[in-house]
């Protein structure tokens, strides 16, 4: 059981706009800055976003991050078949003193 | 460009140790946090542990608190993770991850990752 609450599963066509979730509590999303990041099947994950809405260079402007309170989201718009994988959102537990990782959303492109 | 390469993984018995190994180049490796993060086969991701760019802090994960130490040695780019008493339960991909400084735990380098197997 992770500590930070996805949706195991997002779908959406291409062009659609997708949005996923990612919930946690006071002592990690509601105090700290939250990352994404996707990963392909039998790849290393790579950073989308990062201090809850930065995008690293090289990162299109399709994804976007937000956060509120306890719970922050990762948007994506113009959905591509190249978006297809798994997201991952992260930030710091104060509490546990740990970097804690959301189960990860599966996005298919239908 | 900046990249991180993870050996050391294999096949090893349960209650036996092994050492992994993250070589870093192309980026201020000194100046970086770094974390180990590992994927258990067809499951999610989970963080193991990260040590502090000086090497002064680090912190683990319960569930491997007490059997696996990291270090790193800045003067060889290289960071390290130290498994003892290895468990079934610890078998996954192995990944290396650079967090720069002020990134808020954001790891924005990650290598390809090494696998390690504990039979049960």
């Known amino acids: 059981q992770s500590v930070l609450t996805q949706p195991p599963s997002a779908s959406g066509t291409p062009g659609q706009r997708v949005t996923i979730s990612c919930s946690g509590s006071?002592?990690?999303?509601?105090?700290?800055?939250v990352n994404w990041y996707h990963q392909l099947p039998g790849t290393a994950p790579k950073i989308l976003v990062y201090g809850n809405n930065q995008r690293p260079s090289g990162v299109p402007d399709r994804f976007s991050g937000s956060k509120s309170a306890t719970s922050a989201s990762l948007a994506i718009s113009g959905l591509q078949s190249e978006d297809e994988g798994n997201y991952y959102c992260?930030?710091?537990?104060?509490?546990?003193?740990?970097?804690?990782f959301g189960g990860g959303t599966k996005l298919t492109v239908l | 460009q900046a990249q991180l390469v993870e050996s050391g993984g294999g096949v090893v018995q349960p209650g036996t140790s092994l050492r992994l190994s993250c070589a870093a180049s192309g980026f201020s490796f000194r100046t970086y946090a770094m974390h180990w993060v590992r994927q258990p086969p067809g499951k999610g991701l989970e963080w193991v542990g990260f040590?502090?760019?000086?090497?002064?802090?680090?912190y683990y994960a319960d569930s491997v608190k007490g059997r696996f130490t990291i270090s790193r040695d800045n003067s060889k780019s290289t960071f390290y993770l130290q498994m003892n008493s290895l468990r079934a339960e610890d078998t996954a991909v192995y990944y290396c991850?650079?967090?720069?400084?002020?990134?808020?735990?954001?790891?924005?380098?990650w290598g390809q990752g090494t696998t390690v197997t504990v039979p049960s």
């Open positions: 006071s002592s990690n999303i509601g105090s700290e800055t």
């Open positions: 991850g650079g967090d720069p400084p002020s990134s808020g735990y954001a790891l924005d380098i």
């Open positions: 040590m502090w760019s000086d090497g002064r802090t680090v």
């Open positions: 992260s930030t710091w537990d104060g509490s546990l003193n740990a970097v804690v």
